[in-house]
């Protein structure tokens, strides 16, 4: 059986801009963001885990 590959513009003309894109945004520093990143996410997604238990139809995938 063939198998069909999607080929993008970029992937033929060899131009891909998305990290230049990317790092051209302006970003701003959170306050304790290294500290509270390192426990907030965790958290988070334990909270929504524990959710989707409840509610298997919302499920995490981050």
């Known amino acids: 059986m063939p198998t069909l590959i999607l080929v993008g513009n970029e992937d033929i003309t060899g131009r891909n801009d998305d990290f230049a ?9 959170i ?5 509270l990143g390192a426990v907030a996410i965790p ?13 298997p139809a919302e499920m995490v995938s981050f």
């Open 43 to 55: 958290m988070v997604k334990g909270a929504l885990g524990l959710k989707s238990l409840i509610n």
């Open 21 to 29: 894109m990317l790092t051209r945004i302006e970003h701003d520093n």
């Open 31 to 35: 306050p304790l963001g290294h500290y």
